[in-house]
C-alpha cells in the first residue's frame, strides 16, 4: 500500500488560503487520491479525489504534480469552521475499499 | 437525504460484558464499512459489507467482535467480551460507489 506524508499541523489565517500538502511517492498508477476531513467529534467528511488532473468542487481545489508523488488541498477562503484534521490517502477501490487514514494535518484556522 | 446514522453515540461498559453498536447507511448504499479509532492511534480499517455479505474483514481485530447486516439494511457490531482495549470510536460509512460517508460515530468506554 501506498504511504503517505503529511505535516502534523499548519495555521491559517481566517479568510485566506490554506494548502495543504501530501506526498505520496509510493502511489500506483490505478491509485486516486482522496482527501477526507474530521472536524472534531465528528466523523471523516469527503472533500474531494482526483487521479492526475487538477480536480475543483465547491468545498476545495487539488493539485496533483504531474509525477503524481504529492499533491496539494486547497480551502480558498478559510473559514474557523475549516478547522479539523486533513487526511490524504490513495485509493483505487480494486480488491479493496478501505480506506487508509494515517495521521494527517491538524489546521487550525486562526481569526 | 439522512446521512448514516450510529446508535448509541456513547456507549459505557464494563470489562467483561457485551456492546452492540448499531448503523443504518445512506439509503440505497450497498456499501457498509466499519472503523475505528482507538487509544488515540489512526482510524483503521474493520471490515466492509457489500448487501448482507462481508467483502472484506481483513481489519477484525479478533473473534470477540462479530458484525451482521441481516436483509442487506443496517448493521450492528457486537463486541464480547468487551476488553480494555477496545475503547476508542467506533465509525461506520457507507457508499453507493467509492465515496465513503461516514456517521457521526459511537464513543465505546470499557471501564
Known amino acids: 500500500d501506498a504511504k503517505t506524508t503529511q505535516p502534523p499541523s499548519m495555521d491559517c489565517a481566517e479568510g485566506r488560503a490554506a494548502n495543504l500538502p501530501c506526498n505520496h511517492s509510493?502511489?500506483?498508477?490505478?491509485?486516486?487520491v482522496y482527501w477526507y476531513r474530521q472536524i472534531h467529534s465528528q466523523g471523516p467528511q469527503y472533500i474531494i479525489h482526483?487521479?492526475?488532473n487538477n480536480e475543483t468542487n465547491e468545498m476545495a481545489s487539488l493539485i496533483i504534480t504531474e509525477d503524481r508523488k504529492s499533491s496539494t488541498l486547497i480551502l480558498p477562503h478559510a473559514t474557523l469552521r475549516d478547522t479539523a484534521v486533513y487526511y490524504c490517502?490513495?485509493?483505487?477501490?480494486?480488491?479493496?475499499?478501505?480506506?487508509?487514514f494515517g495521521k494527517g494535518t491538524k489546521l487550525s484556522v486562526i481569526p | 437525504e439522512a446521512g448514516v446514522t450510529q446508535f448509541p453515540s456513547h456507549s459505557v461498559i464494563e470489562k467483561g460484558q457485551t456492546v452492540t453498536l448499531r448503523c443504518d447507511p445512506i439509503?440505497?448504499?450497498?456499501?457498509l464499512y466499519w472503523y475505528r479509532r482507538v487509544m488515540g492511534k489512526e482510524i483503521k480499517f474493520l471490515l466492509h459489507?457489500?448487501?448482507?455479505?462481508?467483502?472484506?474483514e481483513s481489519g477484525m481485530p479478533n473473534n470477540r467482535f462479530l458484525a451482521e447486516r441481516t436483509g442487506g439494511t443496517y448493521s450492528t457490531l457486537k463486541v464480547q467480551p468487551a476488553e480494555l482495549e477496545d475503547s476508542g470510536v467506533y465509525f461506520c460509512?457507507?457508499?453507493?460507489?467509492?465515496?465513503?460517508?461516514f456517521g457521526a460515530g459511537t464513543r465505546l468506554s470499557v471501564l
Open positions: 460509512a457507507s457508499s453507493r460507489g467509492y465515496i465513503q460517508y
Open positions: 509510493t502511489i500506483s498508477g490505478n491509485e486516486y
Open positions: 482526483g487521479l492526475k
Open positions: 490517502t490513495p485509493y483505487s477501490g480494486a480488491g479493496s475499499y478501505q480506506l487508509t
Open positions: 439509503s440505497g448504499h450497498d456499501n
Open positions: 459489507f457489500v448487501k448482507e455479505s462481508k467483502q472484506d
